[in-house]
């Protein structure tokens, strides 16, 4: 069991209250519609076995996915989705996912005593969406704080829209309209060392890159991808950010992902190619883009010497976790490099899932060990 394991298992099953930036309270306390839904995080956390796992949920009062982390000012960030137990059936494309908010997580130090707090953005004050606030992130220029997001549009095609506050916990007051020449989900933004940010996106299925090959969206493309298996897979997508981190300062281009030979993973790759959740860090000058294989819930990652790549196929991060879903960020603090997931261990359902943190570590030659969220 690692550090952070230890640190958490009594206060994620002994029954201690976690620290919300309201105060102390438990799933149990709230009254609103939203904390309702979550109340299963309380119930259901005495029917699961936590030594069975590597780690164990940052929080325990709301359902928490799709973590986002930075390090700002010695302190951890994390932006994740706020789960919500919804009305819609589940299907392959989504439509269960039915978040309508965010809420910050805050922490000290990796182990430490977290915060949950309040909403930091709501759809109902986004002007142009309509609902599913998908899995965010955030990035900070010049004392302002820019929160990325997902969510579809009033015509049913996901956008990627912006926010932005002074403080990174928010409130945060989106713009009137998404990012120009945006599209699909996954918002991820890098910042490199000379200052110059790139946001990363995009995903297949229910995200509707698929969807969005002419450049226009189709309502009536493709459930899933390209439906052509010996062909290059479907890309993320990358573009340079505007000074003001607003807008691209360019129009999206793939990111090819490539294998030891040099050529394209093939869309029938199903353990490699890309289906959502790009990540970009940098560890001793080369650049790793990180990403979620969807159906076959692997995180792995590819390697290359530009943000834009091309980038060559290393390797898995994590294996699959307990949830069809898989999305990540890995983040250095302390001297120490860290891999934020997700995975179902309160709830046992796919749309209720909650974050967790586990330290990574490099091999030598700078490929990255792979890590089994499950210990029995």
Excluded at 56 to 72: F, R
Excluded at 128 to 148: C, E, H, I, S, V
Excluded at 175 to 194: L, Y
Excluded at 218 to 229: F, H, V, Y
Aim: some cysteine.
């Amino acid at each position: 069991m690692n550090r952070w394991s230890a640190l958490a298992l009594g206060a994620a099953f002994a029954g201690l209250a976690v620290t919300t930036a309201c105060g102390p309270q438990t799933a149990a306390d709230s009254a609103t519609p939203e904390a309702a839904s979550d109340t299963a995080a309380s119930t259901d956390r005495a029917k699961v076995d936590p030594s069975r796992y590597l780690s164990q949920p940052l929080v325990t009062e709301i359902y928490t996915a799709d973590p986002s982390a930075h390090v700002w000012d010695g302190k951890i960030y994390v932006y994740p989705s706020h789960d919500i137990d919804g009305p819609t059936p589940e299907d392959d494309l989504g439509a269960h996912f039915e978040m309508r908010d965010y809420r910050v997580l805050s922490m000290d130090s990796i182990g430490g005593k977290v915060t949950t707090h309040p909403v930091a953005l709501d759809v109902k004050d986004v002007p142009w969406a309509d609902k599913q606030m998908w899995a965010p992130d955030a990035a900070r220029k010049n004392g302002t704080y820019f929160l990325y997001f997902p969510a579809k549009d009033k015509q049913g095609a996901f956008r990627i829209g912006v926010a932005t506050s002074r403080s990174p916990v928010g409130p945060f007051k989106a713009a009137p309209q998404p990012i120009k020449g945006s599209f699909s989900i996954d918002p991820s933004v890098f910042t490199d060392d000379d200052g110059k940010s790139y946001m990363y996106f995009g995903g297949i299925w229910g995200g509707q890159l698929q969807r969005n090959v002419t450049g226009t969206y189709d309502p009536q493309g493709s459930k899933t991808d390209l439906e052509a298996p010996g062909k290059p897979a479907l890309s993320p997508k990358v573009a340079a950010m505007a000074d003001d981190m607003m807008e691209f300062a360019e129009k999206p281009r793939d990111v090819a992902i490539l294998d030891k030979a040099g050529k394209p993973l093939l869309g029938g790759d199903a353990d490699r190619r890309f289906f959502e959740a790009a990540w970009m860090h940098k560890y001793k000058g080369r650049y790793y883009l990180s990403y979620s294989t969807g159906d076959t819930h692997y995180l792995v990652y590819a390697t290359g010497t530009s943000p834009y790549g091309p980038f060559t196929y290393q390797g898995r991060i994590l294996e699959p976790t307990e949830g069809w879903t898989s999305h990540h960020s890995i983040v250095e603090w302390d001297g120490r490099w860290w891999l934020f997931y997700h995975d179902t261990q309160l709830s046992g359902t796919t749309r209720l899932r909650n974050v967790k943190v586990t330290e990574l570590f490099y091999n030598p030659d700078g490929t990255i060990k792979t890590i089994n969220p499950m210990l029995k």
